[in-house]
């Protein structure tokens, strides 16, 4: 069919090299411009690409390497990452349509294709990082909705999914649990605060150990969808110790 819209797996070394030249230019050219960057540096050394190739090499939760084909021209690519054995997210690290292709709803058949493909593969939602309001935009377009920010307050998007998945609540086993930290963050932006910077994120961590505060951590499946946290105090009114009821979030 003319102008359809194919995703091809990269698998052969030949196409896993050819993939690795085309996000190393994605990244010099539309993520980190300017040549001098911290993070263009990180993105291009070996430390990236051993973690993403582990990611890519293990049996589960894997990383995949997709292009996207238009009549047989290779016109950009994704890099999402499977959750079979959490709770089926697909997490989509990056999306490119290259730039002589892109306009004409190019972009938007990419984003269709793809998430035919993540369904067919058993993803039962989808999320992204989205740092711009143009990738906002895009996203919400086809049918994404801001969900909070991620443990580096990083703005999150999520195409919700409509099976059904129990939910349980109970009290926060691991004080450096890395899902606290997404949902203080999705917390503290809806109120128009700061993320938690490191040495907060310590300092939270260490009270939660002491007893000075407890979270309490809803599940939907095995992912932290909400939370809520209360701190013991004395209470001259009854004359013993009370609850006071701190945070409160849902993403």
């Given at each position: 069919m003319h102008n359809q819209i194919t995703i091809r797996e990269a698998v052969t070394d030949r196409d896993i090299k050819h993939f690795w030249q085309q996000l190393n230019e994605y990244h010099a050219r539309d993520i980190f411009p300017e040549p001098d960057s911290e993070d263009l540096e990180y993105f291009l050394g070996e430390e990236y690409r051993c973690h993403m190739e582990k990611l890519h090499s293990r049996e589960h939760d894997r990383c995949h390497y997709l292009f996207?084909?238009?009549?047989g021209e290779e016109i950009g690519f994704a890099m999402p990452v499977l959750y079979d054995t959490e709770d089926a997210?697909?997490?989509?690290?990056e999306f490119c349509v290259y730039p002589q292709f892109r306009g004409n709803g190019?972009?938007?058949a990419c984003a269709e294709a793809f998430l035919t493909w993540a369904e067919n593969s058993g993803a039962a939602y989808v999320e992204i990082n989205c740092d711009s309001e143009q990738r906002q935009r895009f996203w919400g377009r086809c049918g994404f909705l801001p969900n909070g920010r991620d443990e580096w307050d990083v703005p999150l998007m999520i195409r919700k999914p409509e099976n059904t998945v129990s939910f349980t609540v109970e009290e926060l086993a691991d004080p450096e649990d890395w899902q606290l930290l997404k949902l203080m963050n999705g917390y503290l932006h809806e109120i128009g605060e700061e993320c938690l910077e490191e040495e907060k994120q310590e300092q939270l961590q260490q009270a939660i150990k002491?007893?000075?505060?407890?979270?309490?951590?809803a599940r939907r499946g095995c992912r932290a969808v909400g939370m809520c946290s209360v701190v013991k105090t004395f209470s001259t009114f009854c004359c013993g110790d009370?609850?006071?009821f701190e945070d409160f979030y849902i993403e």
């Open positions: 996207f084909d238009r009549d997210k697909c997490f989509l690290m190019t972009g938007t002491e007893g000075k505060i407890t979270f309490f951590i009370v609850a006071t």
